[in-house]
C-alpha cells in the first residue's frame, strides 16, 4: 500500500498519524497530545514506512508521555492570586468559582484530565480568568506604565484573545488601540512591563527599525534584550 492520504494507527495506545507531503524527502515526527504526527514522503510505501515509524516511536518513546499538564491539586500562581484544579465531586463537568485565594477550576472525578477535550475545557477556564484579571488589573497597570515613563497614551486599551501575542498596536485613521492578551495574566510584573513599553513604543514607530527598538529600550530602562529573551523562554499553564 502506498501512503497518498492521510493514514491513522493505534500503536500501543498511541494515536499514530501519517500525513504524506509531495515537498516532504524524509520521515519527521513531532509529538502530540494524543501520540505523534508523521510527515512522510508522498507515495512512500507503508511496508517500508512501519518499520521506521515503530524504530522512531521507540527512540522517543520519553517525549510521546510528557508529564500531564494540569493535575488535581495543581496550583498556578499569578500576581493577582492563586488558581487552584481541584476536585468537584458533586459537579459532573468543569467550573469556575472565585475564592478568598484567587479562582478554582473545579473537575469532575469522572472527567480524565490528561484527555484532549479536558485539557481545552481547563485551558479555557484559565483563558476566562485571565481575560478578567487583565481587564481588573493589567489595563490600569498599563495605563500607569505610560503615564511613569511619559509615553503617548492610546485613545483605547482593550483585551485580547492572542495565545502567542501578548500585544497589539492598531492605528485606525486618528484612532489608536492597544490590545493586551490575556496570557499576560501568568506573567511576572517585569515582564508585563516590558510588553507594555514595547507597544506604547509602536504608537510613535510603527514598526521594528533601529529607531523602534531605541525607543523601546529607553522605556525599559535599557533592558529591552533581556526582557524580550526571558519573554520567550517563559512557560505558560496552556496548551
Same mark, same amino acid.
Given at each position: 500500500?502506498?501512503?497518498? #492520504?492521510?493514514?491513522?494507527?493505534?500503536?500501543?495506545?498511541?494515536?499514530?498519524?501519517?500525513?504524506?507531503?509531495?515537498?516532504?524527502?524524509?520521515?519527521?515526527?513531532?509529538?502530540?497530545? /494524543?501520540?505523534?504526527?508523521?510527515?512522510?514522503?508522498?507515495?512512500? &510505501?507503508?511496508?517500508?514506512?512501519?518499520?521506521?515509524?515503530?524504530?522512531?516511536?521507540? #527512540?522517543?518513546? &520519553?517525549?510521546?508521555?510528557?508529564?500531564?499538564?494540569?493535575?488535581?491539586?495543581?496550583?498556578? #500562581?499569578?500576581?493577582?492570586?492563586?488558581?487552584?484544579?481541584?476536585?468537584?465531586?458533586?459537579?459532573?463537568?468543569?467550573?469556575?468559582?472565585?475564592?478568598?485565594?484567587?479562582? /478554582?477550576?473545579?473537575?469532575?472525578?469522572?472527567? &480524565?484530565?490528561?484527555?484532549?477535550?479536558?485539557?481545552?475545557?481547563?485551558?479555557?477556564?484559565?483563558?476566562?480568568?485571565?481575560?478578567?484579571?487583565?481587564?481588573?488589573?493589567?489595563?490600569?497597570?498599563?495605563?500607569?506604565?505610560?503615564? /511613569?515613563?511619559?509615553?503617548?497614551?492610546?485613545? =483605547?486599551?482593550?483585551?485580547?484573545?492572542?495565545? =502567542?501575542?501578548?500585544?497589539?498596536?492598531?492605528?485606525?485613521?486618528?484612532?489608536?488601540?492597544?490590545?493586551? =492578551?490575556?496570557?499576560?495574566?501568568?506573567?511576572?510584573?517585569?515582564?508585563?512591563?516590558?510588553?507594555?513599553?514595547? /507597544?506604547?513604543?509602536?504608537?510613535?514607530?510603527?514598526?521594528?527599525?533601529?529607531?523602534?527598538?531605541?525607543?523601546?529600550?529607553?522605556?525599559?530602562?535599557?533592558?529591552?534584550?533581556?526582557?524580550?529573551?526571558?519573554?520567550?523562554?517563559?512557560?505558560?499553564?496552556?496548551?
Amino acid at each position: 500500500m502506498k501512503v497518498t #492520504e492521510t493514514v491513522k494507527i493505534d500503536s500501543h495506545g498511541l494515536a499514530v498519524t501519517l500525513v504524506p507531503r509531495r515537498n516532504c524527502l524524509r520521515v519527521v515526527m513531532r509529538a502530540t497530545p /494524543e501520540g505523534a504526527r508523521f510527515s512522510v514522503p508522498y507515495g512512500i &510505501d507503508f511496508e517500508s514506512l512501519e518499520p521506521i515509524v515503530r524504530k522512531m516511536l521507540t #527512540e522517543h518513546a &520519553d517525549k510521546l508521555r510528557p508529564a500531564p499538564l494540569y493535575t488535581r491539586g495543581q496550583i498556578i #500562581e499569578t500576581s493577582f492570586g492563586s488558581i487552584a484544579i481541584t476536585s468537584d465531586a458533586g459537579g459532573r463537568g468543569l467550573r469556575l468559582r472565585e475564592t478568598q485565594a484567587g479562582f /478554582e477550576i473545579c473537575v469532575s472525578p469522572a472527567l &480524565d484530565i490528561a484527555s484532549r477535550p479536558v485539557i481545552l475545557a481547563i485551558a479555557n477556564g484559565l483563558k476566562q480568568i485571565g481575560t478578567l484579571l487583565v481587564r481588573r488589573h493589567i489595563l490600569d497597570e498599563a495605563r500607569q506604565t505610560a503615564i /511613569e515613563i511619559g509615553a503617548e497614551m492610546p485613545h =483605547s486599551w482593550t483585551v485580547g484573545h492572542g495565545r =502567542s501575542t501578548f500585544g497589539t498596536c492598531r492605528r485606525r485613521g486618528t484612532a489608536t488601540e492597544i490590545s493586551l =492578551s490575556y496570557t499576560m495574566a501568568f506573567l511576572p510584573a517585569d515582564l508585563r512591563r516590558y510588553i507594555v513599553c514595547h /507597544e506604547l513604543a509602536h504608537l510613535r514607530e510603527m514598526n521594528h527599525s533601529p529607531r523602534f527598538h531605541a525607543l523601546c529600550n529607553a522605556y525599559c530602562g535599557g533592558l529591552e534584550a533581556a526582557l524580550s529573551r526571558r519573554l520567550r523562554h517563559h512557560p505558560l499553564p496552556l496548551p
